[in-house]
């Protein structure tokens, strides 16, 4: 009767293994422990950290995002930047908080993260365990509405609603990168064997982009260190009528 | 036309290179209105010494030989900056006298990016301005 046999000895083992493999994933996932990312990071530049790819535009939106950019190089290279989001005291907003130009404070309480940058005092909530809503039902803003869930020891974070005048890197007299009002950031923050904390994030964006546009910060513990605050109080540089930026110098006996 | 090909990819990746390297320099503001290719000595009496973000400011009035005085305003970088880097906002004040290094304005205003302040008590700090190396140090005596 051995042509009634359906699965050999090996079928059940590759079957058993088939079946037991995802389980056995979810229940490593499950006991990784949530890792205490709690306390003061900064920018770390570590091998293990890949450099920033060129943003995949589309072709109209990379011809246009070129040519200000050489528009900017070339009216900073004659002494004239062109004024920009720093020169209006505005933060920079969803995603490039997270490239921590100055200290990041990571608090994790019950049901949320909340990432302080030091710069602007920028915060960002990562609501966890929640569902994300739809795009049209966020009020767009800089750093739009996150949600987040651990998987295993990585912490996963969806963003949506950041408002389109909010682009990504850019600064020191240069435009940063456009994206739609459709944008998607998804994030998985890790605590690397090496102490550094990497946060791989991935920018969907159909409308602006080709492919994702995936690169990744990494940050170093700054032990003791305590974020200090930053309010944008008197900013002497200004945007002229050409809107370029210029200083405000003191004349004496005003 | 090998060398002709190599010669196109790579100044492709210097390009390539350049637009990434603006997304990713490490600051807020650009200096670019302030001369990179020289830099004042000023020796001058601190009018006010302007502690705020996004930058604090140093006021100082400079003498020449005949006694004429003239303003200048200094630029500081973010006092979050100043702060890591040990300054305080009650070590400079007004009436000091201190010895400045400055890249000036390229407008000619009387005005610079502060790069290192000799403080009244003889102590030299810098502003941790980013990539202050770019700032030709020639310091010529105002």
Same mark, same amino acid.
């Given at each position: 009767m051995k042509s009634k046999r359906v699965l050999g000895p090996t079928a059940w083992i590759v079957c058993a293994a088939a079946v037991l493999a995802p389980i056995a994933a979810r229940a490593q996932q499950a006991s990784t422990p949530i890792p205490d990312i709690t306390g003061s990071w900064e920018r770390a530049r570590d091998a293990s950290i890949p450099a920033q790819p060129q943003p995949p535009l589309k072709p109209q939106h990379l011809k246009e995002w070129q040519a200000k950019v050489q528009a900017a190089r070339e009216s900073s290279a004659k002494g004239e930047p062109l004024a920009d989001r720093a020169t209006a005291c505005l933060p920079e907003g =969803?995603?490039?908080? =997270?490239?921590a130009t100055f200290p990041l404070e990571i608090l994790q309480s019950k049901g949320q993260v909340t990432i302080i940058e030091e710069a602007f005092t920028q915060i960002r909530r990562i609501l966890l365990d929640r569902p994300q809503k739809p795009v049209d039902d966020v009020e767009p803003g800089f750093y739009g509405h996150s949600v987040g869930h651990w998987e295993g020891g990585v912490l996963v974070v969806d963003t949506v609603g950041v408002r389109e005048n909010v682009f990504i890197g850019g600064g020191m007299g240069s435009p940063g990168v456009p994206h739609s009002k459709d944008m998607r950031i998804k994030e998985r923050i890790s605590l690397g064997a090496n102490g550094i904390l990497r946060d791989d994030i991935t920018i969907e964006d159909p409308v602006t982009f080709e492919k994702p546009w995936t690169y990744t910060f990494g940050y170093r513990r700054m032990p003791g260190y305590t974020l200090l605050e930053y309010v944008c109080?008197?900013?002497?540089e200004y945007a002229d009528e050409k809107g370029l930026q210029k200083i405000r110098i003191e004349t004496p006996g005003r | 036309m090998v060398f002709s090909r190599r010669t196109g990819y790579a100044v492709g990746c210097l390009i390539l290179m350049a637009l990434v390297m603006v997304s990713a320099a490490?600051? $807020?503001? @650009?200096?670019? /209105?302030?001369? $990179?290719?020289k830099t004042l000595i000023l020796n001058g009496k601190v009018t006010k010494f302007q502690w705020t973000n996004p930058h604090a400011f140093l006021e100082i009035d400079v003498q020449d030989a005949k006694g004429a005085v003239k303003h200048y305003t200094l630029e500081c970088t973010s006092i979050n900056m100043m702060q890591r880097l040990g300054w305080r906002s009650n070590m400079i004040k007004a009436g000091d006298q201190v010895k400045a290094i400055a890249a000036p304005l390229l407008s000619g205003q009387p005005g610079g990016l502060l790069l290192e302040v000799t403080l009244a008590s003889g102590e030299k700090r810098e502003l941790? /301005?980013?990539? @202050?190396?770019?700032f030709k140090r020639t310091a010529e005596q105002e």
């Open positions: =969803m995603p490039t908080m =997270m490239g109080e008197d900013n002497r | 490490l600051a $807020h503001h @650009s200096f670019a /209105v302030y001369d $990179h290719t941790g /301005v980013p990539a @202050s190396n770019t």
